[in-house]
């Protein structure tokens, strides 16, 4: 079955970097693009970025564009998010997911935390 498990999150302070990692497997991982979307406390979902299988094609929110980058290792079945430059409404529990723009199937996240 699909696995999809983030790594990465932390606390930083604003202005600070992390790299979030997803490792996939139980599926096909260059098959899919792949995205990253996050959720605040007391908020919905919201689509941070995605990115093509091959990665050719990227796409980000405007809230994130600028600062984050998407990437993916199709040799490890790894999704990248680096992230710079962050903000205290960059808090969140950040998922990766299969598909383009896609929320499902999802990981279970990893708390980023940005705070001074």
């Known amino acids: 079955q699909v696995q999809l498990v983030e790594s990465g999150g932390g606390l930083a302070q604003p202005g600070g970097s992390l790299r979030l990692s997803c490792a996939a497997s139980?599926?096909?991982?260059?098959?899919?693009?792949m995205t990253w979307v996050r959720q605040a406390p007391g908020k919905g979902l919201e689509w941070v970025s995605s990115?093509?299988?091959?990665?050719?094609?990227?796409a980000a929110a405007e809230s994130v564009k600028g600062r984050f980058t998407i990437s993916r290792d199709n040799a490890k079945k790894t999704l990248y998010l680096q992230m710079n430059n962050l903000k205290p409404e960059d808090t969140a529990l950040y998922y990766c997911?299969?598909?383009?723009?896609?929320?499902?199937?999802r990981g279970q996240g990893t708390q980023v935390t940005v705070s001074s």
């Open positions: 997911a299969r598909g383009w723009r896609s929320a499902w199937p």
């Open positions: 139980g599926f096909t991982f260059t098959n899919y693009p």
């Open positions: 990115i093509y299988d091959d990665a050719t094609n990227t």
